[in-house]
């Protein structure tokens, strides 16, 4: 009697098995990776996932038992995750990152990498005629831990051990895996600071270029142009455009939220943002670690750790 | 929201509980870096002092501060249940904002973001100069709190990395299938005759809190609400007719009165809906 007249209650006891296998299943999914289920799991589990949706649907028309109903909502927002979230592999994306994304991300930002690029040299440009002029301004645009010897009243002597002699360097390793970290950090924060409408990413462009300009122009009074510049050729001209790309992703972030065109605010961000994250996603680990500190871009925040 | 039609009533996280679950992290990263230094420093000393496998310890120690410092939420982040322990104990996690796929784009946008909501604040807070820089330092970190204190400010609680990657925090607790409480009604059921006025007498909100009760099994409440709605229904008790009893056995019967209504087409909500 009572159980025909509890038609909710028959209605669970029907389909409880699958929702206690699809549960199961999550939860096996979940722990590990989807790659822990067998082939036969993984099948049955959007069949599940349906067959549990539609469980849901009936129930909230038709049953009012409040635990059931909050049960179920709560195993197909779980199953919905598992079946349309995130699904590549890491081994995937990463080639699929490096083949296709990637560049593809960065070509799309060139007037970004431009301008970026644009700020870089304008900067080194004003700081290399300002120290050519005055030396004292040397140490205006670069902080005291990163001068090392390296400062206007140094002989040709010292400038030229920096360059060419390694030995006096007994922390090498240490020193380029901090540089390394470093660098990564600033990328990221150049990134990151796009979002204040462009402006810091803009500055810390400029700033970049002031650094590289004041030692450039010291070097180049001592007679050791054509030294220097080789130097950075290997050194510094991949981590210098992995900034300026990195900067450039800022831009376009911040560019997106001032002017969003025909779209709202909010969706013209998100999709710079995605794409920005792409380009920059592996610009820190992309830079080889072995250089010295010309290059390394500064500001007064990001020095201080 | 799904692409199957069926609404998920998915819900935001507040701000407080991210703001928890941050904090969980942020422990959480505190004390692997503890234990990292400290046996970073065992084995420096261990190595006695100089040397080369000394500088292979440091650089080990950079790289990890490194790793976790940026690596953490993003790794986290990309695993099926994308979130990181502190989200899971939170019963948390994030999701794309148009309902689509979470991309590793998104996750990394959203967590670079980061570097300018915690990383700049903090060392805003830590870097101590003079008079000048002092009033500087004060500057930063009021244009710092306005990214800190994004989230506070939408009606989505998104942070500036949501907001940039397209992706917010939703609850997803995780629920048990718990038994349902008409099962153990079913035998007593010949005890209790109820009429017709007697089980119209309540709606379907009334219903979900008597769930409620008989769940978390209290007796004072139970006894309470048991004389409630005896005097309400006009039941005179039984010689040997326990409140629980009573209560399951109306819970049977008011469900399956309603329930039975709403196959018509007929939803009570309450007692005051006279549908």
Wanted: aromatic share 10%; with cysteine.
């Amino acid at each position: 009697m009572a159980e025909l007249r509890l038609k909710s209650f028959r209605f669970r006891a029907e389909r409880e098995a699958d929702w206690l296998r699809l549960e199961a299943l999550l939860r096996k999914a979940e722990g590990r990776s989807a790659a822990a289920l067998s082939a036969e799991e993984l099948l049955a589990i959007p069949v599940l996932y349906r067959a549990s949706l539609s469980s849901l649907s009936v129930a909230r028309a038709t049953s009012l038992d409040r635990a059931l109903t909050d049960y179920l909502e709560s195993l197909c927002t779980r199953a919905y995750f598992f079946v349309y979230g995130t699904r590549s592999s890491a081994r995937e994306r990463i080639g699929a990152f490096f083949t296709h994304d990637w560049p593809s991300a960065a070509k799309a930002a060139w007037r970004e990498t431009v301008v970026c690029a644009t700020l870089t040299v304008l900067g080194a440009v004003a700081a290399y005629m300002l120290v050519m002029h005055d030396p004292e301004w040397f140490y205006s645009f670069v902080p005291g831990g990163l001068v090392e010897g390296r400062g206007p009243e140094a002989t040709t002597q010292a400038l030229r051990a920096t360059l060419f002699d390694s030995s006096h360097n007994q922390l090498l390793s240490v020193m380029a895996t901090f540089l390394f970290t470093h660098n990564a950090e600033v990328a990221i924060m150049a990134f990151a600071l796009g979002f204040a409408f462009c402006v810091p990413s803009a500055l810390l462009m400029v700033a970049n270029g002031c650094t590289l300009g004041a030692f450039l122009a010291v070097f180049i009074q001592h007679g050791l142009g054509v030294e220097v510049g080789g130097w950075l050729m290997i050194h510094g001209v991949t981590e210098l455009f992995a900034v300026m790309l990195a900067g450039a992703a800022g831009v376009q972030i911040g560019v997106a939220l001032a002017f969003p065109g025909e779209r709202t605010r909010l969706d013209s961000v998100s999709r710079a943002g995605r794409g920005a994250g792409r380009r920059c996603a592996w610009l820190g680990p992309r830079r080889p670690g072995r250089r010295r500190s010309v290059s390394r871009p500064t500001t007064g925040s990001s020095a201080n750790w | 929201m799904t692409p199957e039609g069926v609404d998920l009533r998915l819900r935001l996280a507040e701000a407080s509980e991210r703001a928890a679950a941050f904090l969980l992290d942020a422990a959480i990263m505190a004390g692997i870096l503890v234990a990292l230094t400290a046996v970073a420093i065992g084995a420096t000393i261990g190595a006695g002092g100089k040397g080369a496998s000394s500088q292979i310890i440091m650089v080990i120690w950079l790289l990890g501060f490194f790793l976790l410092r940026n690596a953490y939420f993003i790794l986290f982040e990309l695993t099926p249940r994308a979130a990181t322990p502190g989200k899971r104990a939170l019963g948390l996690r994030v999701a794309a904002r148009n309902g689509g796929r979470l991309t590793a784009d998104a996750i990394f946008a959203r967590n670079a973001m980061r570097e300018l909501e915690v990383f700049l604040p903090l060392t805003f807070l830590v870097s101590r100069a003079g008079p000048v820089d002092t009033w500087l330092n004060l500057l930063g970190i009021a244009w710092c709190s306005i990214f800190v204190f994004f989230p506070l400010f939408n009606r989505d609680r998104l942070r500036v990395g949501d907001l940039v990657a397209g992706t917010w925090v939703v609850k997803t607790p995780q629920r048990k299938l718990m038994a349902d409480v008409a099962e153990t009604a079913f035998a007593a059921q010949g005890d209790f005759d109820f009429t017709q006025a007697q089980v119209d007498a309540y709606g379907a909100k009334e219903l979900q809190v008597l769930e409620e009760v008989l769940r978390r099994m209290e007796a004072r409440t139970i006894a309470a609400v048991a004389e409630r709605i005896r005097g309400k229904i006009g039941w005179t008790r039984g010689p040997i007719e326990s409140d629980y009893a009573f209560l399951d056995a109306y819970y049977l019967a008011l469900r399956a009165r309603l329930e039975s209504r709403l196959l018509f087409g007929r939803r009570r909500r309450d007692k005051y809906d006279k549908a």
